[in-house]
Every structure is written in structure tokens, then in C-alpha cells.
């Protein structure tokens, strides 16, 4: 039966992959679209082999890389200190619960001004960018996970004497283990875009801003393939750390 | 997993951290200019391959924007120390508004350059048939954003102002129907107007008194002017000797067309007919009055700024361009 | 009184930081220009209110979102119930869906330009792909959580296809529905928002880049504070709409 369903499965992904390539063939063709919009797919895969072989990209990649993993990072480490605060201290979690959900579900990007006024114009506002956008995500999952701990493990340790900090550490660190990281999973993701949107805007290096000039002197194809491998290395991110966290979560 | 990350994230911090370059005995100053490719922004770049900026010891790094607030913004945040021709809409708005920001020189008096044009195909003939269309510049407190309020309010329709962008961006938006007019500088497009893919409506001069207004500056911040004036006014002098030279000699000719892409008689035509070596003079600062009046009527300023605000303004510009151009 | 206690001192510690950053400001500590003095913040939002522009922003950006969401929702949730009917499908499509979810979708939004032109459409076309995602997966998931032993006991007493969807099905999956549905209307304005703040096309977001460009600082935070009122706003919403449809 799972043999059958997994060979099925792969069937229907296969055909949709295929319907949706020769659709696009077609547009491509027809003249529908103004021209260029929707180049052929193989003028994009040619695209996409120039980039890999250039330099040039790489570079690029590596910026962006670089304001995403410290942009999360900060992001992260401030998002679960506040979070531990915010769950050992209920009342202070009940003050500022609707600032935070109300800030959380706010698009970021409004932010960026702001952000370039603080840090200027380069990497900074796009490391900032990147750190604003994961703290929401971790701060809640965190929040959640603190109210998780249960009450009568505190009380035990709290009668064996145990400073706060043991407490912290040995009770409610260990359980936040995975919240943290479903947290964190999504803000990656968030940090990602994050920081693409703050490229796009203004930015001298980095994906977001390769893509944006090749469609400034509409090079369509080549804007297609940045995005593509954009989308590919953001996928590939997110599933990393689903897997590092999973793994993670099974070793405790 | 928290160690984990905190070492990535040092791995990952220290080369944006270790930024700083070899020692060199030169100055540094970081430029923002606008609009890569046209005749008069190209004189930071050329004069530096030249040398002119290393002789008086400095070392330019130039970094190219979309123009207006993106340049003016890369000034003001401090992220760079000197912007290349910025419009002086918004440098006057912002100053008003109380930013760090500093008039260093002008750039550009006149908008002899300057072109409106729409797809071949398009219905448009001449500014009297802008009724509900979009007419594009680059980005706001530009140049091109000041022509285009003054062309629009000649035009008496109710066109809309959009931002479209550099030439570039402008173009594909014009071809691909997302804009009526876009706008680009001599001698950037002059081919696709020869090709006859696309048709000029309007130039820069055609707006009132814009002929003998300074509408483009160079400006500087007011950490940079405080720090390091000396630097400024060595910059200035390196740009002059660029302006000479690129005025008198056929090898700056050459430079530029390798530089822009353009065939020399195109960019022979530029220097003489478009844009004359008095358009690029440093310290010529015209129609103030009307450029304030503008500002006031595009809301950029509450009001005029009063005489000893101008006198303010316009004084670093005065004591540092002293003695250029003679 | 007691009850109130937490919503109080969030008032009071929001409060007391403005007025600890207007007397920073004051005593020159940090420059006025680069974070604005909360008084000035105000009087340019009653500015902003005043000549109109924030009104016609706010009714821009919060249609093209509810525009965006309605449209993933009726799209969004026949289709999730696709995905759960032909189990076949759902297994396929689950993880593809999932990873579209993280991904930078709004980077498409030049192409966009191009076929629907400078329009609001542009807003409504990346909101709706982005706010469909939460909605399908959540639809799927809300329908495979419900008992199957429920479907079995109303088909055992003749009910159709139908009868089951809308007796059975969609009241015991209605919450998780709605999870989906709230956080369709998050990723819808944050797209929305987004395009509007790169190209310039109305709406909050772009009035949030104008007043920078314009260096109209004060005004700028007084839209950024707009944009999350508006947020709040939905979030409001989305709870009130979920009570009524509850209570019926």
C-alpha cells in the first residue's frame, strides 16, 4: 500500500511539474505577454548556468548570506532572552502581549527608513533588517514555550534552594529547546525576505539588488534565474534547519 | 545549539567587521553620485582615473544611485561623504528640515540636457496632451523631479508625477506601457531616439526660468564638513582640474565613450551643444528664489527659507568653492 | 481594577518611554533628526489626518489586503478541501506548498508590474498568492484533524458529500480554518505593504517612503504608526468575525 501511494505520489508531482513547464513554454511563445515577460525556460536555464560560473555571484551570495545569519542570529538571541523574561514574570508577559502580537503581525519594511537612519545604508540596515524581522517569531515561540514549564518542577527546584539562574538554566532552558527552534524556523524564513526586500530598496551588493538591476535594464531572464536560485538557496535554508532542529529535538 | 550559533554568527560578523583596506597616505572620501553613464557625473570617475583626485590626495569611492533622495539618503545617515549631483529640491527641503546636510557646490545650472519621451507609438504629440497621463523622474528632490513638476504645471493637466527610476528602469516601464513619458539625460538614449523607437516631447529648458536655474549640487554632510574640510576643498579643487580637462581635451572624449558606452562624435555633441562648460561651473548658484517657490508649492517647504537662512545655506558653498574657475 | 492591572502598566511603560525619549531629545542626547520628538510625531499625524492623504492611504492599503484575502480565501479553501478529499493530491502538493511559504514570493513583483501595470492589482495579485498558502494548508489540516469516526456516523446515517462538508467538516475544523485565515490577512498586508513601499504605488506603505524621501521624519513615523494600528486593526477584526461565526 506504501509502495503503491509513494510511486502514485511521485507520479502526480512529475505531471504537475511538466504541465506547468509546458504551460509556460506556451505563454513564452504565444506572444501573449509584452516581451521578455516570460522568456523561455531554456533562455532562463542558460541564464542560470552564466550566474553559477560567475564570480561575481558568489559575492553577492556571500553578502547576502552574511546579513542573513547575523541578522538572525541577533535576532534569535534577543528574541528568546526577552521571551524567557516575558515568561518568568506573567504580569509583564499580560503588559506587553498585545505590543508584541500587534508589532508581529506588522509588515517590517515600514521599518527600513528608520533602520538606514540608525545604521546608514549599508549592511547594517539590512543586518538590523534581518534581526527585526526574526525577533517577533522567536519572542512568541518562546513566550509559548515558557508557559509550557510545568509550575511543580519550578516549585521542586525552588525548594531545593535553587537560585533563579539554576532554574532558568537546568528547568526552563531544556524545554524551550524545541519551541525555540519552531520559532527560529520561521524566522529564518522572515529574516530571508527581510533582508531581499531591504536589498531591493537600496543596496550596492547582494541578491536582492542583482535581481533588481537585471530588471532595471530588463534582462529578464537573467532577473528569472537569480530569483530562481534565490527561491532554491531560501528552500534549501529553511529545510536545513527543520532538519538541524529536528535533530536536535530527538537527541534530548 | 546556542553555542553553535553564537560562533556562526562571530564567523559570519568578523569580515564585515575587518573591513578596513591596506594603509595608503591617500584620503578617503566615499561618493554617491547618480545616474551612471551621463556626461556631467562622470567627472568624479574619469578625474579619478585620470589622477587628478590622487595629486591633491585623495582617494574617491564612488558608488552610483537612482539619484535624488537615494543619494541624499546615503549622505544624510552618514553612510557616505559626499553626494554628486543631487538636486537641490531636496537638499534645500531637507536642510530646511533641519538635516545634517551641507551645500558644497553646484553642479549643473540649467537643464540643457535633460529630455522628456514617449513610445513612438503613442498617442502623445506635445505637453498639452498630458491629460491623465504619468509623467516619470528619477526620485524625489532630483533634478528631473523639479523639471517635471515645473513641465507639468505648464502644461495645465492634471498629469501625475511618478518615480520612475534611473533611464534604465524608466525605459522598460515606457516600453512595457506601465508609463506614458519617461524622462532621460543627453546623451543617454539619443540612439532610440534616431532609431525612431521613441519620441522626444519636452527638454529640461522648456520649463519656465529652469534655463537659468542651478538645479543640480554637490553636497557634503556636516560631520564631514566640521572633520575634514581641508579634504572638501582639495576634492573641489580636483573636480575643477577635471572640468578643465574634460573641456579641452579629445582624450576625455574617448574616456567617456568607453566609460557610457556612447560613439565619440555623440558624445563631441554633448560637450558642445548640450552641456557647456559654464552649465558644470561649481559656484554658480542661480534662480534660488524660484527653486524655494517651487519647494513651497510641492509642499517640500512650509515657506521660503528666510535671508540669513539662505545666507547660512549658501556659505560653506562660498568660502570653499572661493577662487575656482577663474 | 486588578483584571485591568496589565493593560495599565503597558499604557504606562509605552508612555513613560515617550516621554523619556522626548526629554532625551530635548537635552540634544540623541539627534531630533533621525528619531523625532513623540509631540512633533503627533502633530504630524494630525497633520497627515487633516489634508487627507492618510485617509486616502489607509483606505487603499486595507482594501487591496481585504481584497488579497478574500480572494485566497475563496480560492483557498476549496481548494484545501481538494487537497483533503483526494488524499492522493494533498500528499503531493503538501510539502511544495509548505516550502512556497518561506519563500521570498514578493521578489516577483516586476513581473507583476509588467502585465498588470502600476495599478493596486499588483498589491491584491502577490497578497492573494501569499495569503492563499497559511489558508490551504490550513484548510487541509483543520479537515484531516476532524474524527474521522464523525464523517463515518454522518454518512452512516445517509448524509452526502455536502451534508458532510457543512455539518460535520467545516464546524470541527472551523478553528484551525481561521488560524489560516488570520494568518492569510498578516502575509496578505505585509506583501500588500511591501510592493507599496518599493514602487511607490499609494497606500500606507508608500507614505511611509514618501515622508522619508521627502526627509519628513516626524511624518514618517507618524505612517509607520498607522501601519500598525492597521495591523491591529485586522487582527481585531478577524477575532470579532470569528466570534460571530462562532455564536451562530
Known amino acids: 500500500m506504501t509502495r503503491h501511494s509513494s510511486h502514485a505520489v511521485l507520479a502526480v508531482r512529475v505531471a504537475t511539474v511538466l504541465a506547468i513547464w509546458t504551460a509556460w513554454e506556451v505563454v513564452a511563445r504565444s506572444g501573449l505577454v509584452y516581451e521578455g515577460v516570460v522568456p523561455s525556460s531554456f533562455l532562463v536555464l542558460a541564464a542560470m548556468a552564466r550566474e553559477l560560473s560567475d564570480a561575481a555571484f558568489y559575492h553577492d551570495m556571500a553578502v547576502t548570506a552574511q546579513e542573513v545569519l547575523v541578522g538572525f542570529a541577533a535576532g534569535t538571541v534577543c528574541g528568546v532572552a526577552v521571551g524567557v523574561v516575558l515568561g518568568v514574570r506573567r504580569f509583564a508577559d499580560e503588559a506587553a502581549a498585545p505590543y508584541i502580537q500587534g508589532l508581529a503581525a506588522t509588515p517590517k519594511i515600514i521599518f527600513l527608513p528608520i533602520l538606514m537612519l540608525l545604521f546608514g545604508v549599508g549592511s547594517g540596515s539590512k543586518i538590523a533588517m534581518g534581526g527585526l524581522s526574526a525577533f517577533f517569531p522567536v519572542v512568541v515561540a518562546t513566550v509559548d514555550g515558557m508557559k509550557g514549564v510545568n509550575p511543580v518542577l519550578v516549585r521542586v527546584a525552588r525548594s531545593f534552594n535553587a537560585s533563579s539562574w539554576q532554574i532558568i538554566r537546568k528547568i526552563y532552558l531544556p524545554s524551550l529547546v524545541e519551541p525555540a527552534i519552531i520559532g527560529m524556523r520561521l524566522g529564518l524564513g522572515v529574516a530571508i525576505i527581510g533582508v531581499l526586500l531591504a536589498e531591493i530598496k537600496f543596496s550596492r551588493a547582494g541578491l536582492g539588488h542583482v535581481a533588481i538591476q537585471y530588471y532595471n535594464f530588463f534582462h529578464v531572464a537573467d532577473m528569472y534565474a537569480v530569483l530562481l536560485i534565490t527561491f532554491a538557496l531560501a528552500v534549501a535554508a529553511n529545510a536545513l534547519m527543520g532538519m538541524a532542529g529536528n535533530r536536535l529535538i530527538r537527541r534530548r | 545549539m546556542m553555542k553553535l550559533l553564537t560562533r556562526a554568527a562571530i564567523a559570519a560578523a568578523l569580515p564585515l567587521l575587518i573591513e578596513a583596506g591596506p594603509a595608503s597616505a591617500l584620503d578617503t572620501l566615499k561618493v554617491a553620485s547618480a545616474q551612471k553613464g551621463f556626461w556631467d557625473t562622470s567627472f568624479v570617475e574619469l578625474g579619478q582615473e585620470k589622477g587628478f583626485f590622487k595629486d591633491q590626495g585623495i582617494q574617491l569611492d564612488i558608488v552610483w544611485t537612482d539619484g535624488g533622495a537615494d543619494a541624499q539618503q546615503a549622505l544624510i545617515t552618514g553612510s557616505f561623504d559626499v553626494s554628486v549631483a543631487t538636486g537641490i529640491l531636496g537638499v534645500i527641503s531637507a536642510y530646511a528640515k533641519g538635516a545634517p546636510i551641507v551645500l558644497l557646490s553646484s553642479e549643473m545650472t540649467g537643464a540643457p540636457d535633460l529630455y522628456w519621451y514617449v513610445r513612438a507609438d503613442s498617442p502623445i504629440k506635445s505637453l498639452k496632451d498630458l491629460q491623465g497621463k504619468t509623467f516619470g523622474y528619477s526620485r524625489p528632490g532630483s533634478s528631473s523631479n523639479l523639471i517635471a513638476a515645473a513641465l507639468v504645471k505648464k502644461s495645465g493637466t492634471d498629469a501625475k508625477l511618478i518615480s520612475a527610476g534611473g533611464p534604465p528602469a524608466t525605459l522598460t516601464q515606457v516600453m512595457s506601457g506601465q508609463l506614458d513619458v519617461g524622462w532621460s539625460a543627453a546623451p543617454v538614449g539619443l540612439d532610440l531616439v534616431k532609431e525612431g523607437k521613441i519620441r522626444t516631447i519636452a527638454t529640461g529648458n522648456d520649463a519656465p526660468g529652469a534655463a537659468n536655474q542651478t538645479v543640480r549640487v554637490n553636497a557634503t554632510n556636516a560631520t564631514v564638513l566640521k572633520d575634514r574640510r581641508d579634504v572638501l576643498r582639495r576634492f573641489l579643487l580636483a573636480y575643477q582640474k577635471t572640468l578643465d580637462w574634460a573641456y579641452s581635451s579629445p582624450e576625455m572624449l574617448k574616456a567617456y565613450g568607453t566609460f557610457a558606452k556612447v560613439k565619440p562624435e555623440v558624445v563631441e555633441e554633448t560637450r558642445t551643444h548640450y552641456i557647456r562648460k559654464a552649465d558644470v561651473a561649481l559656484n554658480r548658484m542661480e534662480g534660488l528664489d524660484e527653486t524655494m517657490k517651487e519647494a513651497v508649492e510641492t509642499k517640500r517647504l512650509q515657506q521660503p527659507l528666510t535671508a540669513a537662512q539662505q545666507k547660512a545655506f549658501l556659505q560653506p558653498m562660498m568660502e570653499l568653492t572661493k577662487g575656482l574657475g577663474k | ?248
Not at chain 3, 483526494?86 to 519563500?103: C, T
Not at chain 3, 484531516?144 to 467545516?170: E, I, Q, T, W, Y
Not at chain 3, 488560524?179 to 498578516?186: H, K, N
Not at chain 3, 506583501?191 to 504605488?201: H, R, S
Open chain 3, 1 to 248: 481594577m486588578k483584571r485591568f492591572a496589565p493593560t495599565l502598566a503597558g499604557l504606562a511603560v509605552v508612555l513613560g518611554l515617550a516621554a523619556l525619549l522626548q526629554a532625551t531629545i530635548a537635552a540634544g542626547w540623541i539627534s531630533g533628526f533621525v528619531v523625532s520628538p513623540p509631540t512633533r510625531i503627533v502633530a504630524a499625524f494630525a497633520e497627515l489626518a487633516r489634508d487627507d492623504s492618510l485617509a486616502s492611504a489607509f483606505l487603499r492599503t486595507f482594501g487591496a489586503t481585504f481584497a488579497a484575502a478574500a480572494l485566497a480565501a475563496l480560492i483557498g479553501i476549496p481548494f484545501g478541501y481538494l487537497l483533503y478529499r483526494l488524499p492522493l493530491l494533498g500528499r503531493a502538493y503538501e510539502s511544495w506548498i509548505g516550502a512556497l511559504f518561506s519563500a521570498p514570493v514578493v521578489l516577483l513583483y516586476p513581473m507583476f508590474l509588467v502585465v498588470f501595470g502600476r495599478s493596486v492589482l499588483v498589491g491584491v495579485a502577490m497578497g492573494f498568492i501569499v495569503g492563499a498558502i497559511p489558508i490551504v494548508l490550513k484548510t487541509r489540516e483543520g479537515f484531516a484533524s476532524v474524527p474521522p469516526v464523525l464523517v463515518a456516523v454522518a454518512r452512516s446515517f445517509g448524509a452526502s458529500d455536502r451534508d458532510v462538508l457543512h455539518k460535520v467538516l467545516l464546524p470541527a475544523a472551523r478553528p484551525v480554518i481561521f488560524t489560516g485565515v488570520r494568518l492569510c490577512l498578516i502575509y496578505a498586508m505585509i506583501n500588500v505593504v511591501a510592493i507599496e513601499f518599493l514602487v511607490n504605488l499609494g497606500g500606507l506603505g508608500y507614505l511611509v517612503g514618501d515622508m522619508y524621501d521627502q526627509y519628513d521624519i516626524p511624518a514618517m513615523y507618524a505612517a509607520n504608526v498607522c501601519v500598525v494600528l492597521t495591523s491591529a486593526l485586522f487582527y481585531f477584526l478577524s477575532e470579532r468575525i470569528e466570534r460571530w461565526l462562532v455564536a451562530r
